[in-house]
C-alpha cells in the first residue's frame, strides 16, 4: 500500500510562482508537480502557518489519528472544547484537505453525523 504523504511549504511569492508553473507544466502532461506528495500546501510565511496549523488543530489532527472518533461531539469531547469551536477548525482543515468528513448514520439515528478522519501517514514541513 502507497504511504500518503502531504507537504507543508514555507515559501516566498517568486518560489510559489515558480512553483505554480511547474505544477501547471506537470499538469498539462497529465504528470504529478511534486510526486512524492499527494498535497502540497504554500505559506507565504510562518504567521500565515501558525493561523492555519494553531496548536489546538494539530491536537485535532492528532486526535483524529489516534482515537480515531465517530463524530465531531466525540472528538470535541475528548479534546475537551467546545464543539462549535471544533466543529470550525475541523471544517477548515476538511477545506484544506487535510482531515476527510465522512456521512455517516448509525443504528438508532434520526440524522447523519460527520466522521473525520485523517487519511495521511506522513506530514513535511520545509522552509
Known amino acids: 500500500m502507497k504511504t500518503k504523504k502531504f507537504k507543508i511549504k514555507i515559501q516566498t511569492l517568486e518560489a510559489f510562482q515558480g512553483d505554480f508553473g511547474r505544477a501547471w507544466k506537470a499538469a498539462e ?8 506528495y499527494d498535497l502540497v500546501l504554500s505559506f507565504g510565511d510562518a504567521s500565515s502557518l501558525s493561523r492555519v ?7 485535532i489532527i492528532q486526535t483524529v489519528r489516534e482515537k480515531k472518533p465517530s463524530s465531531i461531539r466525540e472528538l470535541a469531547r475528548l479534546l ?15 477545506n484544506l484537505g487535510v482531515i476527510v468528513l465522512k456521512k455517516v448514520k448509525g443504528k438508532n ?5 460527520l466522521t473525520p478522519s485523517c487519511p495521511w501517514d506522513e506530514f513535511d514541513v520545509a522552509v
Open 109 to 113: 439515528q434520526k440524522q447523519e453525523s
Open 53 to 59: 496549523f494553531s496548536p489546538e488543530r494539530i491536537r
Open 80 to 94: 475537551n472544547r467546545a464543539q462549535p469551536n471544533v466543529q470550525k477548525d475541523v471544517q477548515d482543515l476538511a
Open 29 to 36: 502532461q497529465n504528470k504529478l508537480w511534486e510526486p512524492d
